[in-house]
């Protein structure tokens, strides 16, 4: 049999790995991996859930108007120019296939997330890594790496895996400084979880060359139906739109998400129990010897002495039923990057690690 060759740059693509829920022969298991909300959906987001089993064997809504509108009315923004997508990561592959080919080069961060590269080379463009300082985003070098052939530039803030996030003032110098053809993406997927930030909306109002991506994933706890969006300047959405299948978001993640951005007291309650646990956790890690970066997110990235020490803590929590992520991939060697999850978890965690550090792992 011969084999029909893929486009260029598809077998570059390093197929995901990850998202494993159980330890094979370990009860009690908790997932801090994935960056999840521990407290789960919105009750109101569940009853939408249900509420729609009587209407599924209907196509969706095709121009999300509802969900763009609640959407709209929760964060004070235009609805007309908002793109909904199956999860951000589709919103990351429409700005990719829409501006980005072959010959174009895609910029993003040293420790920047995954989809980034793969949706650059699903598209045919070039991937650029930029370095970062002290695992943290680097306006200088992110503008010195742009060339006449660079159509993207994907800043995640707060930045996963690093936790990380540079100010407003720093994104503007980033945005005012690229080249003519480029586009910012600012990545909003963990922006929520930021007091008073905006995810980039300001700076959007003031420029054309400024798209943001926000989910609903992390802070309302709906990874698992695939909801995110894009806000951007009008006639930039209305390319994205055009390469959007028309039926793109099921009718049951259209109206959980509806439910829960609206559902604000569980979702005040959400941020407030990640900003205590993510500072506790932080703390007795640090007491242990595993400091990390001060996290903007809803996990920290705990850093060991080196990489042996690293999988070795892995694989200990692993036989404790606490499941976090190697990053390794990510140019990470030393590093665990650990969701924050409720208290009974992140007492689980440091009880493990200190058990691990104590030599009695
Ligand atoms: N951006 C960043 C920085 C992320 O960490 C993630 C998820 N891990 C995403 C985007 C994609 O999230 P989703 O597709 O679930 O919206």
């Not at 763009?68 to 908002?82: F, K, S, V, Y």
């Not at 978001?249 to 959980?256: D, E, K, M």
Request: proline fraction near 5%; charged fraction near 20%; aromatic fraction near 6%.
């Amino acid at each position: 049999m011969s084999l029909i060759a893929p486009q260029p740059g598809i077998m570059d693509i390093a197929l995901y790995q990850g998202g494993a829920a159980h330890v094979d022969g370990v009860a009690n298991v908790i997932k801090l991996s994935s960056n999840e909300n521990p407290l789960g959906p919105s009750p109101k987001a569940v009853e939408a859930v249900r509420n729609s089993a009587a209407g599924i064997h209907r196509y969706p809504n095709t121009d999300h108007a509802p969900l763009r509108a609640a959407i709209g009315e929760m964060t004070g923004l235009n609805p007309e120019q908002i793109i909904c997508g199956a999860g951000s990561d589709e919103i990351i592959s429409f700005l990719c296939q829409a501006y980005a080919g072959p010959g174009d080069e895609v910029l993003h961060t040293e420790h920047g997330f995954a989809m980034y590269r793969i949706s650059a080379l699903a598209a045919g463009a070039t991937p650029v890594e930029v370095r970062e300082r002290d695992r943290i985003t680097d306006v200088d070098a992110l503008l010195a790496g742009c060339t006449e052939r660079t159509k993207l530039v994907f800043v995640a803030n707060p930045n996963n895996p690093t936790g990380t996030m540079i100010c407003a003032a720093e994104i503007a110098r980033l945005a005012d400084g690229l080249p003519q053809q480029a586009l910012l993406v600012l990545d909003g997927a963990y922006a929520e979880f930021v007091d008073g930030y905006d995810g980039g909306a300001a700076l959007i109002a003031e420029r054309d060359n400024v798209v943001m991506t926000r989910t609903f994933s992390k802070l309302y706890g709906l990874g698992g139906l695939r909801v995110g969006w894009g806000y951007g300047p009008q006639p930039i959405i209305d390319v994205l739109n055009r390469v959007r299948g028309p039926f793109n978001l099921s009718t049951t993640a259209l109206l959980a998400a509806e439910a829960a951005i609206r559902d604000t007291d569980y979702v005040e309650h959400c941020r407030a129990q990640n900003s205590r646990w993510r500072a506790w956790l932080a703390k007795a890690l640090a007491e242990l010897g595993v400091p990390s970066d001060t996290s903007c997110a809803n996990f920290i990235l705990a850093r060991f002495a080196s990489q042996t020490e690293a999988e070795a803590c892995d694989a200990y929590l692993q036989t404790q039923g606490l499941i976090v992520r190697r990053v390794a991939g990510y140019n990470l060697p030393n590093a665990l990057r650990i969701t924050v999850g409720d208290e009974i978890a992140c007492r689980r965690v440091a009880a493990a690690v200190a058990a691990f550090k104590g030599g009695t792992a």
